[in-house]
């Protein structure tokens, strides 16, 4: 089925932890997104790339980065977590000259 | 930059009434307004969108207004069903920004039946 696979869908980490999530797109769409997504508020984005090889900052990219290797994965890592980072991850993609985004089913992440 | 402003936070219909949700932006260069709803514990969905050269689109009973002079566009749901509560959220953006979103609040949406 073609999609976004975000994993894991759920991860308790201990602060200070390194910790990368994973997002696989089959959709060959060339632009990706990184939002969070704090208890009943709305999506923040954290890092783009527009295309394989290029990344870009969003809103509120501190103790983030990414990676784009290639068209169909960009991980998102905390290098150091902090309780702050406590959220629901989503990871979007979009077509290619489309407006429309795909998103995944999200990675709820607590930190500890 | 981009400014979006949604209406209201929370709003509850009766199952079968109709439900309007409102929002503003601030660039009048913005061309793209996506509606994506969030169901519980999943990501968002594109459920409707318009572009700027359009006044009005529908889907089935969900339809989008836009009015470029006034710079607000609503989401009209009628006939409301169960499967319709959920966290509605509208966005704006530009072709010419790579189509990133400028994303409103959010309107929770509560279906009394």
């Known amino acids: 089925i073609a999609g976004i696979t975000q994993a894991p869908t759920s991860q308790i980490l201990a602060a200070g932890r390194r910790m990368t999530l994973r997002c696989t797109q089959d959709?060959?769409?060339?632009?990706m997104y990184w939002y969070r997504q704090d208890l009943g508020l709305g999506l923040r984005l954290i890092h783009y790339?527009?295309?394989?090889?290029?990344?870009g900052k969003g809103e509120v990219p501190d103790g983030y980065s990414v990676s784009r290797a290639n068209t169909d994965d960009f991980p998102l890592t905390l290098a150091s977590a902090v309780p702050s980072q406590t959220s629901v991850y989503f990871c979007?993609?979009?077509?290619?000259?489309?407006?429309?985004?795909?998103f995944g089913s999200g990675t709820r992440l607590t930190v500890v | 930059g981009e400014n979006v402003e949604q209406h209201p936070s929370t709003l509850s219909v009766q199952e079968g009434d109709s439900a309007v949700i409102k929002c503003t932006y601030s660039?009048?260069?913005?061309?793209?307004f996506p509606w994506y709803k969030q169901e519980l514990g999943k990501g968002p969905q594109l459920i409707i969108d318009i572009r700027s050269n359009v006044g009005e689109k529908k889907d089935q009973r969900i339809a989008v207004t836009l009015n470029k002079t006034a710079k607000h566009f609503s989401l009209h749901i009628t006939e409301t069903q169960p499967e319709d509560s959920a966290v509605y959220f509208c966005a704006a953006s530009r072709r010419d920004s790579n189509y990133q979103l400028i994303w409103g609040a959010g309107t929770k949406l509560i279906i009394k039946p």
């Open positions: 790339s527009n295309t394989a090889g290029t990344t």
């Open positions: 979007a993609s979009r077509g290619n000259g489309e407006p429309g985004y795909t």
């Open positions: 959709m060959r769409h060339n632009a």
């Open positions: 660039d009048s260069a913005s061309n793209y």
